[in-house]
């Protein structure tokens, strides 16, 4: 998995509409049509409204492994690895 890392700029403010000092996705932020801002769920540049995919990824991991590749992501509930490094 490469890209989903969960992170946002500690100065986000979804409420104003401003990303903050970084991108919030890996790959650079999305179109703006696309774009989307989570108000309550951020919390010290966490975007933990997704955090019940840890548990979900946790369990699907029991029967296909999942390794997590993208850079400084938030998601710990996989394995990391260097995308350089993996092999399917």
Known sequence: MLGYDLKYAPDYDG???HVG???RH???EYEPELQHWPRKSVDNGVHWELRSI???IADFNKQCEFVN???GSALTALPMADIH???A
């Open 21 to 23: 000092s970084m991108p």
């Open 69 to 71: 590749c993208s850079p």
């Open 15 to 17: 409420a104003a509409r």
């Open 85 to 87: 490094e993996v092999r």
């Open 54 to 56: 840890y548990t979900a």
């Open 26 to 28: 890996f790959f650079g």
